[in-house]
């Protein structure tokens, strides 16, 4: 089995236990995506959903961000976790949104990297949920899981994923499979103690851990 066969057999696997391929994080609007995903960094989804409530309610709109004092921001985000350095770059970046971009989120991981705190991986998941653009959100769950199945080479670098990834995952699947890796990280591929007895991709995975 090619790794393009194992890719494309794990997709429809995954497609068949969770149909509905959604991002885990809450939001109404796009901005609201980019921000949540900025406080997601070494936290947990279920965390920042607690938190994103009272903080958008705080700031409702781009110019509220942009005209926020971080500190104040900080005191919403506390719990999510080096919430002073999400704090300044939350405010940096709607203040470069309204600057330099019109207030419009740009739809290239180009440009969306060039604001402050955004990386890869948040730039590929607004892409993806936002533009409906292929993206390979190479989170946790993405490396740890692609490399049990043998879709990557192992490794932990995140680039270095994303890049293998999009040579054999069929593009317009893309970014569902990295929402539902997700959800197949908590339920069954764990870090830890994986299921691998009621694992629905046992059969292909290349570990057989």
Same mark, same amino acid.
């Given at each position: 089995?090619?790794?393009?066969?194992?890719? *494309?057999?794990?997709?429809?696997? +995954?497609? =068949?236990?969770?149909? #509905? !391929?959604?991002?885990? @994080?809450?939001?109404?609007?796009?901005?609201? *995506?980019?921000?949540?995903?900025? +406080?997601? =960094?070494?936290?947990? #989804? !279920?965390?920042?959903? @607690?938190?994103?409530?009272?903080?958008?309610?705080?700031?409702?709109?781009?110019?509220?961000? =942009?005209?926020?004092?971080?500190?104040?921001?900080?005191?919403?985000?506390?719990?999510?976790?080096?919430?002073?350095?999400?704090?300044?770059?939350?405010?940096?970046?709607?203040?470069?949104?309204?600057?330099?971009?019109?207030?419009?989120?740009?739809?290239?991981?180009?440009?969306?990297?060039?604001?402050?705190?955004?990386?890869?991986?948040?730039?590929?998941?607004?892409?993806?949920?936002?533009?409906?653009?292929?993206?390979?959100?190479?989170?946790?769950?993405?490396?740890?899981?692609?490399?049990?199945?043998?879709?990557?080479?192992?490794?932990?670098?995140?680039?270095?994923?994303?890049?293998?990834?999009?040579?054999?995952?069929?593009?317009?699947?893309?970014?569902?499979?990295?929402?539902?890796?997700?959800?197949?990280?908590?339920?069954?591929?764990?870090?830890?103690?994986?299921?691998?007895?009621?694992?629905?991709?046992?059969?292909?995975?290349?570990?057989?851990?």
């Amino acid at each position: 089995m090619t790794k393009k066969q194992r890719a *494309l057999a794990a997709v429809e696997g +995954l497609k =068949a236990t969770y149909p #509905d !391929a959604i991002c885990s @994080l809450t939001s109404e609007n796009p901005l609201q *995506l980019l921000i949540a995903v900025r +406080l997601s =960094a070494q936290c947990t #989804d !279920a965390r920042v959903n @607690l938190v994103t409530p009272a903080l958008f309610a705080r700031f409702p709109t781009l110019e509220a961000f =942009a005209e926020a004092e971080a500190d104040e921001v900080g005191t919403y985000i506390r719990s999510c976790g080096l919430y002073k350095t999400k704090a300044k770059d939350i405010v940096a970046m709607c203040r470069m949104l309204r600057d330099e971009y019109g207030g419009v989120i740009p739809d290239t991981v180009e440009e969306l990297t060039k604001l402050p705190g955004v990386g890869r991986k948040t730039a590929n998941l607004v892409c993806g949920d936002v533009y409906g653009k292929p993206a390979v959100v190479a989170d946790t769950h993405c490396i740890r899981i692609t490399g049990r199945l043998g879709l990557t080479d192992g490794s932990k670098d995140p680039y270095k994923v994303e890049m293998q990834l999009c040579k054999v995952l069929p593009p317009e699947e893309s970014n569902d499979f990295c929402h539902r890796l997700v959800l197949f990280g908590r339920d069954t591929c764990s870090a830890r103690t994986p299921k691998c007895e009621i694992c629905p991709l046992r059969e292909i995975c290349a570990k057989k851990i």
